[in-house]
C-alpha cells in the first residue's frame, strides 16, 4: 500500500472527474449529484493523505525520500515515472488535499452554470497539483505543473466575473511563459546528465559539482528562477495576480492562492536550491531585494483598493515577498519559517477569500463603500472575518504570527552583508537592515487589513440593502471551521509541523552553505567585520 500511496493520491481525484463525467451522461443526472461526487471523492483523497503522516518524524533526512515509487516510463529519454515525499513537499500536499474539498463546498451554490464542468475541472487540477509536489522526475513534474494551469484557465474564464478572458488569457500567457523557458532548462539538464531523474542529477552534481560549467548553470538557473518567480508571483512579475484574483470564483481564489503559488516557491526551493547552489547564492542579493520590494509595495497597494477581493489578493503579493525573503535568508530558521509561511498563507488567505466569497454570494458586490455595519446583521460572519484577518496579519498566538517571526528571526541571524553591484560600484546590503525593512510590511498589513474590517464590518449600516442579510448557515460555518482551528493550532503549537520539515529544509541549507566560503557573501562578510 505505502509503495502506491502517491499514485492512489494522484488518481483518485482524477477517478472522481471521470465519475462526475460519466454520470453527466445518465438520465437522472443533476446538478447538486456533480456537487456530491466531487465532494465525496476530494474528501477520500484528504483522509487517504492523512496516511503520509506515517512517515518517520526525521523526514527527509540524508536527503531520502518516502513513499517512493519509480518505475521505467519513457525509456529511450531516461524519464522516469518517479514520486517521492519529504518534509517540504509532506504538508504541501496536505494544504492542497485540504483547500480541495473546503473550494468545493463553498462552490454548493455559487456555481450555477455547466456545474458537471466544474466540478471535474476541480478535481482535475487536484491531481496535477499532487503531482507537482510529489515528482521527482524533471520531466513528469513540467507535465503535472503545465497540466494544472489548463482547470485554472477555465475556471477563471468560464465562471469568472465581468473581465473574466482578460484575466484568463494574462494568467495563461504569463505562466506559459515561465514554463516554456523552464522547459528549455529541463531539456539542457537532460543533455548534460542523460536522465530527467531529479535524484540522479542531484547525485552527479555532489559527486561532481563542475561537471555544469558556470555559464550553463547561471542561464539554467534563471530559466528554472524566472518561472518559478512568476508563479509566486515576484515583484515585478505580479502583475497577473490581481486580475486573475479578482476575476476568479471563490474556489479558483481559494486553489490559486492556497496552492497553485506555493509551486513557485517550492520550485525554487527544490530545484533552483538544491541543483545550482553557487547560483542562488549569488543571486540573493537580488531576490532578497524584490522580495523586500513586494513586502512594501503589495502592503501599499492593497491600502487603497476600493475592491475587497483585490485588496486580499495585493495583500498575497506582500505574504509571499516574506516566504522569498526566508527562504534566500539561508539560515535554518529564515528557510523553515519560509515554508511555514507557505502553509499560513494558504490556511489564512484562503479563509479571507471563502468569506469575501460568501458576501459576493449575498450582495452581488464587493465594493468596500457598498458595505458598512455589516457586524449588526450578520454578527457570526463579523467574528469570524476578524479572526482571519487577524491570522492574516500576524497575531501572536495565531499562524501567521510564527511564520513572519522566524522568517524576520532568520534573516537578522543571517550574518552576511549582500553584495551587488551596480556598474562597476560595489554596493552591500545589510541584512538588519533588510529586516527592518521587510518588518515595515507588518505595521502597513495591520493598516489595510483592519482599516478594510471598520469600513466593511462596523459603524452605522448606511446601505439599506445590507440591514436584512442573512448571516452564516451551516455549510458556511463548517466549511471554515477547519481553517479557523488550524490557524490556532499552528500558532499555538508549530512544533509537529517543523520537526517534519526540518531535516528536509537542512538538507537543501547544507547545498546552498556548503560553498559559501567562495561565495559573494564571504567577501562582503568579511568587509563587515
Sequence with gaps: MQQYLLTILILLPAVGALAVGLHGSAPYARAQHYRWIALGFSALTFAVSLLLLGAPVGLGAGGTFHFVQDLPWVESVGAHYHLGVDGISLWLVLLTTLLVPVSILS????????ELAFYASMLVMESAMIGVFVSLDLLLFYLFFEASLVPMFFLIGVWGGDRKLYAAIKFFIYTAVGSLLMLAGIIAL?????????????????????????????WLFLAFAFAFSIKIPLFPLHTWLPDAHTEAPTAGSVILAGVLLKMGTYGLLRFNFALFPEQARNFAPLFVVLAVIGIIYGALVAMVQPDVKRLVAYSSVSHMGFVVLGMFSFTEWGMQGALYQMLNHGVSTGALFLLVGMIYERRHTRQIADFGGLSKPMPLFATLFVFTALSS??????????GEFLIMFGTWNTGFVYLFWVGERAFHLNTWVVTMLAATGVIWAAVYMLWMLQ?????????EKNRRLADLNWREIGLLLPLL?????????????????RASIEQVRARVVAGETQGVFSAAAQESK
Design 107 to 114: 462552490s454548493w451554490t455559487a456555481i450555477e452554470k455547466r
Design 393 to 402: 496579519v500576524g497575531l501572536p498566538l495565531l499562524n501567521g504570527f510564527v
Design 485 to 501: 482551528a488550524l490557524m490556532v493550532f499552528m500558532g499555538a503549537y508549530p512544533r509537529p509541523f517543523l520537526e517534519r520539515s
Design 190 to 218: 537532460w543533455y548534460a546528465f542523460g536522465t530527467f531523474d531529479y535524484a540522479q542529477i542531484l547525485a552527479a552534481l555532489q559527486a561532481d559539482p563542475h561537471r555544469l560549467t558556470a555559464e550553463w548553470a547561471f
Design 455 to 463: 469600513r466593511v464590518l462596523f459603524g452605522r449600516v448606511t446601505n
